[in-house]
């Protein structure tokens, strides 16, 4: 008895301390600490991704495979971290490789106008996700799978999402034909770009999740420690391939 009370003590404590932290709210100074590092990161990889996208040709595709191979690399170490089974793990080894392969594909044979409309509307989803639910917090999504991502972030990302879809339309659609974006004059409303950018932002929220239950699974916090304040390449393109998959399906015919 005396072994025991104190360890019933404890788990009463750290349930109260569970319980402190839900209900406690965190200064905004503290939620975006990291926001300096996070920056100067994402600074670096803008201006290789834009440097890149810029060349185009065979610079552009060549960037494509080497982030989709280093994607696939760190999705491997989470796969066989997260499974016991040889079946499940072949599995998983086999869809992964699928799943990148395809996106991957898709970027790389798709017109100038949709890698924009992937690239941005993502860019858009993760920042205004990031600021609104760190600023306005509230109910997570799904606690156990990614205790970060809430319904605010959500709407947020979709109405970032959203934005990017007008501003596509107001500012790039018109001049499709001097960036030889690869499409004609479609028929573009304010309410068709909003509701594809809330699609996109939907579809990247979906890879988000993805991958943290991979790393829930493979007891890891970030799938790698590449990238400063971002982790790894998986982490940055976690958003980006479920949202390439489905452009990449409607730009072939197979949707």
Known sequence: MAGGEPQVELRKRDRMKAT????????????????????ASAAVMLAVAGGALWAG??????????VAAATYAELVRLVVRATVRPGW?????????????????????MPRFYLYLVIG??????????????TI??????????????????GG?????????VILLQAIVPMS????????????SSLAAIAIGAIAAIAAQSGDFLESWLK?????????????????VFDRTDGMLPVAVVVGLLVTGIA
């Open 216 to 232: 829930r699974k493979a007891h890891m916090k970030d799938s790698s420690n590449l990238i400063p304040g971002h982790g790894g």
């Open 57 to 66: 040709g065979i610079a552009l595709t060549l960037f494509i495979v080497v």
């Open 89 to 109: 793990r072949i599995a998983g080894l086999i869809l992964g490789a699928i799943y990148i392969g395809f996106a991957a594909y898709s970027l790389v044979i």
């Open 177 to 188: 034909d001097s960036w030889h974006l690869g499409i004609d004059a479609y028929p573009w």
């Open 137 to 154: 917090g509230g109910p997570t999504i799904a606690p156990r799978i990614s205790p970060s991502k809430t319904w605010a972030g959500l």
């Open 20 to 39: 402190a932290r839900r209900y406690v709210r965190v200064p905004l100074a503290v939620r975006t600490s990291d926001l300096p590092k996070r920056a």
């Open 121 to 134: 509307s993502v860019i858009f989803t993760d920042t205004f996700a990031y600021f609104t639910g760190r």
């Open 157 to 165: 990302g979709m109405a970032g999402a959203a934005l990017f879809g």
